[in-house]
């Protein structure tokens, strides 16, 4: 079955820095690929996909890339600001499962 | 609705007892998943509906969990006779469409068996 490996797992930034997470998966016919952050109490929130027939996907500060020969995906944050600070899942998704497997996650730390 | 919404929010049971977890997906939503998490790990997938057929029960971890969806919008997870192993947070998800579609979480139930 499809396995997400995530890193790091822990990264501190200063505010305004990039940060970077990247996950390698497993199954090559894994076709649908969402980030998650999680704050503490909180149930994960979806902050951003893509999808295997495209390669990069951004939205404001955020930014996802997708390596399908090389079976890896990476979130890229930009001008990092303190309220980003928070644990980082990705995802990947078989064909046809509907189910997401998760990578281990990353704890983000922004310092002012 | 305005997201997914779970109960109770904690939940503490005694070794033996058996659980119940609520979970009202977003109105419209195809789909239902039951996550588990465990503290500092990412959530691990239990069981998948589509309205109300159960299509994939592959990860309830043994016979004494049990979920259903029987009007194809509110779920419950049971958990019979409880362990303390099965101490995590329990996920909620929904999303519109059958597959590969953007999953929303609730906020979780935290079950602690003592």
């Known amino acids: 079955g499809e396995n997400v490996e995530q890193h790091p797992s822990t990264l501190s930034v200063q505010e305004g820095d990039s940060a970077v997470i990247k996950c390698t998966y497993s199954d090559s016919a894994s076709n649908y690929f969402p980030w998650y952050k999680q704050e503490l109490g909180k149930g994960p929130q979806l902050i951003i996909d893509i999808r295997s027939n495209v390669g990069e996907k951004k939205d404001q500060r955020i930014a996802v890339t997708l390596n399908k020969t090389a079976k890896h995906f990476s979130l890229h944050i930009t001008e990092t600001q303190p309220e980003d600070s928070a644990v980082y899942f990705c995802a990947a998704s078989p064909p046809d499962t509907g189910k997401l497997i998760f990578g281990q996650g990353t704890t983000l730390q922004v310092k002012p | 609705g305005a997201g997914v919404s779970q109960s109770p929010r904690y939940k503490v049971a005694k070794r033996g007892q058996d659980v119940a977890l609520r979970c009202d997906p977003i109105s419209g939503h195809v789909s239902l998943f039951w996550y588990q998490q465990a503290l500092g790990q990412g959530p691990e997938f239990l069981t998948y509906?589509?309205?109300?057929?159960?299509?994939?029960k592959s990860g309830l971890p043994s016979d004494r969990f049990f979920a259903e969806r029987p009007e194809g919008s509110v779920s419950t997870l049971k958990i019979q006779r409880t362990q303390q192993e099965d101490s995590a947070v329990y996920l909620c998800?929904?999303?519109?469409?059958?597959?590969?579609?953007?999953?929303?979480f609730g906020d979780g139930t935290r079950l602690s068996i003592l």
């Open positions: 509906f589509q309205n109300e057929a159960q299509l994939d």
């Open positions: 998800a929904s999303s519109f469409g059958p597959s590969n579609q953007p999953q929303h």
